[in-house]
């Protein structure tokens, strides 16, 4: 049995959606063309504002098949370009994401819609038959299509635009944040206590990255099997034949790894669905690609960084932690590596904090950023928070900027540990 997340795939890219609905347009134009003879058996007169002759119906819809798989091809080369572009410039981890946009899925297929319909009702033209109806559909088809090539060209436009683009970014991470907080464990991955005894490990079953762990399958298959699954991985972690996948612990037979492998696919590639380490990893790569000594794009490093802050800051006031799942009974039967805000936090800010050792505007959007976050923040997590802001201080020192700017600097981050200092003291006072 399919997941949702596996037939998802099937409407990625440039293939399944534009290709259902060019093939619609045969549809359309076999129906109408129809549909028209029926209402002339039927004796309904053409109306004289669509009635024209079939030499200049045929014309017409002609130039619209021509026209319409000219634009074709143009909006396959635009394609091809934005793609060169984001990698090149942005990330090449991009790409996905443009496949995925429906409005360029829905302008290919419009146009090879049109295309369709316009040459099947021109084979289906004969010397006594009428097409006043099917050539007027002709003409919305094109219509819509115009619409369509607007709308693409402005939304390829918006692509390019960096700010928007990781804002869309972080608009995916808020999704994928709020669909891990419906499931949101009560306790951390590591406080679990398996049970002891009899258990036996689960290889993964080749290479590639694990694509998602399917959880509700899993703790039907560990209620039934009266065990408990713990995997050794996360989401987007990548594996070999020889890595150990998961553990099943309990007296479960050796059936169950089907189970568990067909629950807990490999991939070729990382995925943003049900891998909230991929839009985090993205906001970082893209800031780090634009902090490299052949970009240096310090405003775009500073984007990425407030938006990483915001979709951070709204994980750790949701208190986000995932890898723990029970049974309707409450008994404890799928774990793996917690996924929380503060692990997160780690994945994105050091790196960031290294490459901008030295870039005094991205070092002082860090610092914001990380006050940002302290504000979010449980107590119990301040820690990494304030040790980045004095490794923050001790690379600055170490750094070649100017004395004065290093004081700032310094200063900022001294700034930042008193107000955390502060607002501790008075969560503690409470």
Known sequence: ????????????????????????????????????????????????????????????????????????????????????????????????????????????????????????????????????????????????????????????????????????????????????????????????????????????????YLDFINAAELVKTARDANAVIGFDVQPGDFLVPSDTLATVHGDAGEDISDLVLAAAPLAAARDPNGDIRFSVHLLVEIALRALSPGVNDTFTAIVCIDRLSASLARAWSSDLCTGVYRDDAGAVRLVYPSITAKSLFRDSFPPLRRAARGNGLVTEAIIRALKRLANAAPGEDLDVITFELTAISDETKSSGMLDREIEQVCEYVDAALATIAKNGSKEDAE
């Not at 596996?6 to 063309?33: C, D, H, M, N, Q």
């Not at 297929?109 to 002709?138: C, K």
């Open 1 to 208: 049995m399919r997941t949702s997340g596996e037939i998802v795939k099937y409407f990625r890219g440039f293939l399944t959606i534009p290709s259902l609905i060019s093939l619609s347009g045969l549809a359309v134009a076999w129906v109408v063309f129809l549909l028209e003879q029926a209402l002339l058996r039927w004796g309904w007169v053409v109306p004289s504002v669509i009635a024209v002759p079939q030499n200049t119906a045929s014309k017409v819809l002609g130039v619209i098949a021509t026209a319409s798989m000219s634009a074709l091809v143009m909006v396959y080369s635009i394609v091809l370009l934005v793609y060169t572009l984001a990698a090149g410039s942005i990330g090449p981890r991009l790409l996905q994401r443009f496949s995925e946009d429906r409005v360029n899925q829905i302008a290919v297929g419009s146009l090879g819609a049109t295309f369709l319909y316009s040459i099947l009702v021109l084979w289906l033209i004969r010397d006594d038959v009428s097409i006043n109806i099917a050539t007027t559909v002709g003409l919305l088809y094109a219509i819509i299509s115009v619409l369509m090539l607007l709308l693409f060209v402005h939304t390829v436009s918006t692509r390019v635009t960096i700010d928007q683009e990781a804002a869309r970014i972080s608009k995916a991470l808020d999704l994928q944040i709020d669909e891990a907080l419906k499931d949101s464990a009560d306790l951390h991955a590591s406080n679990v206590v398996l049970w002891e005894g009899a258990s036996h490990q689960i290889l993964s079953s080749g290479t590639g």
